[in-house]
């Protein structure tokens, strides 16, 4: 097998695998520092006359392959017909877009949030973690689905809900929407939910997907700033002193109380 030698090469084997002048040479010329196991799988597709079909990398070539070997000729003239594909550029892009999207991943998870990507022409309804945990609910009891959302939604927002929702992908377009649901222990959480939907070009919705933040605490304060401020008004008026409220730049009187008017 080590004499495994070149009996005809193409240009494009020669564009795919940057070997120049290899017929007539053993596999070891041409590349001095090949991997034995190229040369053994040829070997094993010669012998027995299987076809293979194999990716494999090369750190004496430099690059990434796709393979087809086939055994040709006779049985026992030890050909192999050997189909390269150089698909280095692509699995370097599918890793880079698996980094991307492990890099989004974390980014959302350090912001808590809950991520659902809804595939209509499949059917797969994908969550993340935190979409569970903030509808209350565990992957080993309940599936990613529409149906599961609308359990979890709070029941006296979910015919908005639903309909907004619906609305978004009629145009195939943004969905933003704040809303109630049933989160741990069916304790009442407040949530943010901002996504989109794409359509074909025949306007028909392929894809739903977004994110959705617990505002809970948010909408806590702003409620408890509602009801100082409703507290201050009310004591406010009803003083029986005369209060007035000045700029601090320019001391003019911006509000004064009833008492202070009279």
């Known amino acids: 097998s080590d004499l495994y030698r070149f009996l005809e090469a193409n240009r494009a084997f020669e564009r795919h695998t940057g070997i120049r002048n290899a017929v007539g ?3 070891f010329e041409a590349v001095p520092n090949l991997e034995a196991q190229w040369v053994k799988t040829y070997a094993r597709v010669a012998q027995t006359g299987e076809a293979f079909a194999f990716e494999q990398g090369s750190l004496a070539m430099g690059r990434l392959f796709k393979v087809d070997a086939v055994g040709i000729g006779e049985a026992g003239s030890h050909r192999v017909a050997l189909i390269f594909s150089d698909i280095t550029d692509r699995r370097r892009t599918e890793l880079n877009l698996i980094k991307g999207e492990e890099r989004l991943r974390i980014a959302l998870e350090a912001a808590s949030m ?3 990507d ?20 565990h992957p080993s ?7 599961a959302w609308a359990l979890r939604v709070f029941p006296a927002d979910l015919v908005e809900v639903k309909a907004m929702f619906a609305e978004s992908l009629k145009a195939g377009g943004e969905y933003h929407a704040e809303y109630r649901v049933l989160g741990q222990r069916d304790e009442i959480r407040w949530v943010a939910a901002h996504g989109r939907a794409n359509c074909d070009v025949e306007g028909n919705v392929i894809r739903s997907y977004g994110v959705m933040t617990d505002v809970t605490e948010r909408n806590r304060v702003a409620e408890d700033i509602r009801r100082s401020e409703t507290r201050y008004r009310r004591l406010f008026e009803c003083a029986h002193d005369g209060v007035v409220i000045l700029d601090a730049d320019t001391r003019k009187i911006i509000d004064a109380n009833p008492f202070m008017t009279k």
Do not use: H, I
């Open 25 to 27: 040479r053993t596999a």
């Open 114 to 116: 809950a991520v659902w």
């Open 141 to 147: 009891t309940s599936s990613a689905s529409y149906e």
């Open 118 to 137: 809804w595939n209509f022409e499949t059917g797969e309804n994908t969550w993340n973690g935190a979409l569970y945990s903030m509808l209350g609910v």
